[in-house]
């Protein structure tokens, strides 16, 4: 007995590309507040949000590549909710350490 080729047409690619954007985004993000902290002049508060900023950055980076990963399967698991609260948490960190960077 043959188990059942599912067809997942373009919805698994979208979500790989949704995800690839965000860690992009993310990146971009990570390594503009580098920048800051770098260009006025390397500050104790600085070198905090810098690093903090760059954990938040790992931490949403390995959330996605999970996920892009399970993508690849014929029938992709949901989201667990962890997953989806450690993703959140990672963008919004980033978020509030880029704006503690500026003020």
């Known amino acids: 007995m043959t188990a059942a080729v599912r067809d997942p047409g373009l919805q698994p690619e979208r979500t790989r590309l949704a995800w690839r ?3 992009l985004s993310c990146t ?3 390594l503009l507040a580098g920048k800051q902290a770098l260009h006025n002049g390397a500050t104790p508060a600085g070198f905090v949000a810098l690093s903090l900023s760059v954990l938040a950055w790992l931490g949403f980076l390995q959330v996605a590549h999970r996920r892009v990963r399970g993508m690849g399967t014929a029938r992709p698991r949901p989201l667990s909710p962890r997953g989806a609260l450690t993703a959140a948490v990672c963008t ?4 509030v350490f880029a704006a503690a960077m500026i003020f």
């Open 28 to 30: 971009v993000v990570a």
């Open 21 to 23: 954007r965000t860690t």
């Open 92 to 95: 919004v960190a980033l978020a």
